[in-house]
């Protein structure tokens, strides 16, 4: 199947420019020259597929480490199994921002096996992942507070549905949660409670703690359209920080690694 016409995105507003995410790429990544990209929200220009036609509207995530089937061209040829409608109410612009980084916060989300009534932190709130996974606990019933990286993004948390959010870690109180998520490679274990769920996105090794696990995000057309679902619905909000033309792809990565937005860089095509 072939996608065009539309809108890829510049990953989230948590990166560590010469991090791990890097040295990630040099051990995993395929060969270069490769096309980047895991979000893309386009027009089906081709299909073979049962369930789409030419002049769909679409969504999809691309392991693009993994496959090397990256997503930021004009035209990009991916299996049907990868794909989901795009929302009916957000332009594809909006909705590039919704792929990666909401198929990675339902995944996360589900391994901590919220409860109703439950409380969770989130370290990372006003980033990609950790935004959607605020919204995301909330709707299953838990009470949710965030750790942000400097303040102004405490009120962007806040704005998400944070209860209580802090850009300082040692104000955060010992043992009260049931639940942690990690998104930015911070070691919040003392914030647990005993028999409590760690789960962490983070390339950072996991802390000793018992629970402790990664999620590391799977391609899943079905999470995406539950993303999707929840995104007609009004119950999930999107965060565009910036739209940069195909042209000024350089700008965009500059604009990235400087950190600091308060949503993702789309890329149009």
Do not use: C
Not at 77 to 83: G, K, M, N, S
Not at 109 to 118: F, T
Not at 195 to 208: F, H, I, M
């Amino acid at each position: 199947m072939r996608s065009g016409r539309g809108a890829r995105t510049d990953g989230g507003e948590q990166r560590q420019p010469g991090g791990l995410e890097d040295a990630a790429w040099e051990e995993t990544g395929p060969a270069l020259p490769a096309t980047l990209g895991w979000d893309l929200a386009g027009i089906v220009v081709a299909s073979r597929a049962t369930g789409f036609a030419p002049g769909d509207r679409v969504l999809a995530m691309s392991a693009q480490i993994a496959t090397g089937l990256g997503t930021w061209a004009e035209l990009v040829a991916l299996p049907e199994r990868l794909l989901a409608p795009a929302p009916a109410t957000l332009s594809l612009a909006e909705a590039a921002a919704l792929p990666l980084a909401g198929t990675a916060a339902v995944q996360a989300v589900a391994a901590l096996r919220p409860r109703p009534g439950g409380r969770l932190l989130v370290a990372g709130a006003a980033g990609a992942v950790g935004g959607l996974a605020v919204q995301l606990a909330r709707l299953a019933g838990m009470t949710v507070d965030g750790l942000v990286s400097r303040p102004g993004h405490v009120a962007v948390a806040r704005e998400l549905g944070g209860a209580t959010v802090t850009h300082d870690p040692a104000s955060l109180p010992r043992g009260a949660y049931d639940a942690v998520l990690d998104t930015a490679g911070v070691d919040l274990s003392a914030s647990l409670t005993e028999g409590g769920r760690y789960v962490s996105v983070a390339d950072t090794p996991l802390p000793d703690v018992p629970n402790a696990a990664k999620s590391y995000v799977q391609e899943s057309s079905t999470d995406l359209a539950r993303v999707v679902e929840l995104a007609d619905a009004g119950a999930l909000r999107v965060r565009i920080a910036e739209h940069h033309p195909v042209g000024r792809v350089r700008t965009a990565h500059e604009r990235f690694e400087a950190g600091g937005l308060p949503g993702k860089v789309v890329l149009l095509f």
